[in-house]
């Protein structure tokens, strides 16, 4: 079975610092990778995803996620945090063996402080 | 690109009535279609997976009953919930993918519906 853990239920950054999100997961296939961020009261927006090539995926509003297989981690990263980047991240998997449904890590709220 | 509606924003209902919640992809044809449940301060519940044309499949420990979904068209999926319950009330989001056999494809969120029984 696939599963996917966000070890941290709380990041808080200063405005301007490096950020990190961690994720892990584990599936018995082939991964497929995804972020999402969800603001209070809306739906989750596609951040970025991992299929296969390039460790390192760039994906909107300045982030990107290293696939890294050996540790069985995608951390979402982002150079220098804005205020406007607070919200809940989600890391989700897709195992190629199990076909279409996604898998959500429990979220990590991220806070950036001015 | 990629974007998904969903209707009504937020609904309020009397114990015991029916809800009828659409999702719609504007700008795609989404062969595949979810619906989740959310929790305060909680991760995605998948409910079930429609096919167009095809009957939804639930997941586990889902009353199919409770939430009738119908995926009629390639861009409209509704979520139906049937006698509601103060329990029901919760934070109902759907996505869709244009693809029901790739699994690279992205599924892309609606902003969800905030359903209230009272």
């Known amino acids: 079975a696939q599963s996917v853990a966000q070890p941290e239920d709380q990041v808080n950054v200063a405005e301007g610092n490096p950020l990190t999100v961690k994720c892990t997961y584990s599936v018995s296939g082939n991964p497929y990778l995804f972020w999402y961020v969800q603001y209070p009261n809306r739906g989750l927006q596609f951040l970025l995803k991992?299929?296969?090539?390039?460790?390192l995926v760039k994906g909107s509003y300045g982030f990107e996620a290293e696939f890294n297989k050996s540790q069985t981690s995608f951390h979402l990263k982002k150079p220098s945090a804005l205020v406007s980047d607070s919200a809940l991240y989600f890391c989700?998997?897709?195992?190629?063996?199990?076909?279409?449904?996604?898998?959500f890590g429990p979220g990590t709220r991220l806070s950036v402080l001015p | 690109g990629a974007v998904v509606s969903q209707h009504p924003s937020r609904v309020i209902c009397k114990s015991g009535t029916s809800v009828k919640i659409e999702c719609r992809s504007l700008d795609f044809q989404a062969t595949t279609m979810f619906w989740y449940r959310q929790f305060p301060k909680k991760s995605l519940m998948l409910m079930a997976t429609?096919?167009?044309?095809?009957?939804?499949?639930?997941e586990q420990g889902v009353e199919k009953d409770k939430f009738l979904i119908n995926h009629a068209s390639l861009t409209l999926s509704t979520l139906t919930v049937t006698s509601a319950h103060p329990e029901d009330s919760s934070f109902y989001i759907c996505?869709?993918?244009?693809?029901?056999?790739?699994?690279?494809?992205?599924?892309?969120f609606g902003p969800g519906t905030r359903l209230t029984v009272l």
């Open positions: 989700a998997v897709r195992d190629y063996n199990y076909g279409q449904n996604f898998v």
């Open positions: 996505s869709a993918q244009t693809s029901g056999y790739t699994s690279t494809d992205t599924q892309y």
């Open positions: 429609s096919n167009e044309g095809s009957k939804a499949t639930y």
């Open positions: 991992y299929i296969t090539g390039d460790n």
